[in-house]
DNA sequence: CGAGACCTTGATGTCAGTCAACTAGTGTGG
DNA sequence: CCACACTAGTTGACTGACATCAAGGTCTCG
């Protein structure tokens, strides 16, 4: 059996829409599916006809290498968009990470006939593409991210933001460490480390294997690195720098050297474009 | 002097549009200007009321860490749009790499209205942004690439791609190696070794700083490991498993290991929503 | 109970970051 | 002109963080 528990409701959504979207105009054409947790959604993103959009649960973007690791490239919450042809030659499949994963699904080319009549629909799946370049941007700063723990840490702070709506401070993650692991591309071992080493250093709480509670959100926020764009803002070190395990009185420690190296917007002008 | 050489020309481009794009409907909008080397071309991104597009030159958008670390988050090549609304608390700032790059910029809101009344407007910009979507998922994806090598394996063959037209086998660098570490998370001399490690291995040759040349591009292409989805197709190893370094003959070689972990569309249904 | 998924912890090896030294090109000023 | 400073790039030695390998623990389900 493909696609279980698949069935056809036309409307069905918007009742669900968990945020500060838009008064919703896509709903019209969409046919909702259900999917199991690990079931595909799509194969090759992007060469299919149609639109999806995510309406509860969760779903996982990725890609298996040859070497047989998998590769989770993207995380759609409710209200992502995604689907949408993608230029490059990679193509990602997409499956529910959990049970019962609510998915719409939009025929492209009658969406996008419809988007060229009306401005609203236009206008709002540009608002959902420009969303996904937010997410994504958001993603490659968090991979970029040079310690393990960063990483964990930045991806706690991204899933509070997005699953409890800003404020509360309980998270359930919705999904297994190795699906983390594949995510912020570390180690199983890795990400359960840094989870305890979080725990230990009074960062979070583990109230179970799934249930985490940010604890000291700022430290979380500051060891997890900033954000900012101007040099002068923000100088402590963040968590790293904090008591560490009390028990193994080892040193982490940001050792957060490497000044801008050159070429930084400053007064040399000239010399620089040349490029051999 | 700010934005020293900004000179305001109306249309002015579609004449240096470099590729396939669609006949362009956004050029009557436009501002052009020109910026030099390390010039910064828009503060906080996606909080200004104009969008830009690229025209010609390269443009890096990135963010300077509490650590003083600059990370780049994109690399902005000509047809690029950037500069739209992004959800998120992250705010990155644009600056041009190579001198003279040429800049188009358009007033939002009047472009917003034009796409309202023009659905080839509204498309045009649509795909824009899939554009960006999908090029920033590439690039997520090389950046979840386990070892130094395979990442700037990678992208050097993006490179290529993009600039090049996707068949001449001979880049200019147009950045440095400081740039180059910044994108991809590594340390410059990590980049420099990897770059000699390459043309030892006979897959590219160095014929300056700036200037490579990819011999053999399969090898890259395997190296820098697959794409392809499916578990099934490609075995290979890649260029890890290359005859190596010919004076010191230490191994590199893939590990390769790690199967799907589990979680696998497999039969395991009612254990995952658990949750707690 | 046993099987299997999921999670954790420990020991060990290795890749890449760090520090340091060196080369080369370029612009500056005595 | 040459000394000097500065930037870009390369290479080597060392070390530390993370992957890997291995073992054990917990929970759920059959």
Redesign the interface.
């Known amino acids: 059996m493909d696609r279980a528990t698949a069935h056809c409701t036309a409307p069905a959504f918007g009742a669900r829409d968990n945020d500060r979207r838009p008064p919703d105009k896509l709903g019209a054409l969409a046919a909702t599916a259900r999917y ?5 959604i799509c ?2 993103e ?1 060469a299919t006809e149609s639109w999806y959009r995510v309406v509860s649960g969760i779903a996982r ?11 989770i ?2 995380l759609l919450l409710p209200g992502d968009l995604f689907g ?10 997409v ?1 529910a990470v ?3 994963t609510l998915v719409a699904c939009y025929p492209r080319r009658r969406l ?1 006939a419809q ?3 009306d ?1 609203a629909v ?2 709002q ?2 608002e959902m ?13 968090i ?4 310690t393990a723990l960063k990483k964990v840490g930045s991806f706690l702070l991204k899933l509070s933001e997005r699953l409890s709506d800003g404020i509360a401070d309980r998270i ?3 999904m ?1 460490r ?2 983390i692991a594949d995510y912020l ?1 570390l180690s ?1 071992e890795t990400v359960s480390r840094c989870l305890t080493g979080l725990k230990e250093r009074g960062i979070i709480k583990l109230t ?4 985490v509670t940010i604890v000291d959100r700022e430290a979380l926020e500051e060891g997890s ?7 002068e ?6 968590f790293l720098d904090r008591p560490a395990p009390p028990i193994p009185p080892d040193g982490f420690g ?1 050792p ?11 007064p ?2 000239a010399t ?2 040349r ?2």
Chains 1, 2 share one sequence.
């Open positions: 199991r947790n690990g079931q595909e194969h090759q992007g973007r990725y890609a298996v290498r040859p070497s047989g690791r998998r590769q490239v993207g949408f042809p993608s230029r490059g030659e990679y193509a990602f499949s499956e959990v049970e019962g996008e988007a060229d009549t401005p236009a206008r799946i540009r593409a420009f969303d996904s370049v937010s997410r994504l941007q958001e993603q490659v700063f991979l970029g991210r040079t359930v993650l919705p297994s190795y699906d591309g199983v179970g294997p799934r249930r690195g900033g954000i900012w764009s101007d040099p803002e923000k100088h402590r070190g963040g940001a957060a050297r490497r000044a801008p190296p050159s070429s930084f917007s400053g040399q002008l620089a474009g490029a051999t």
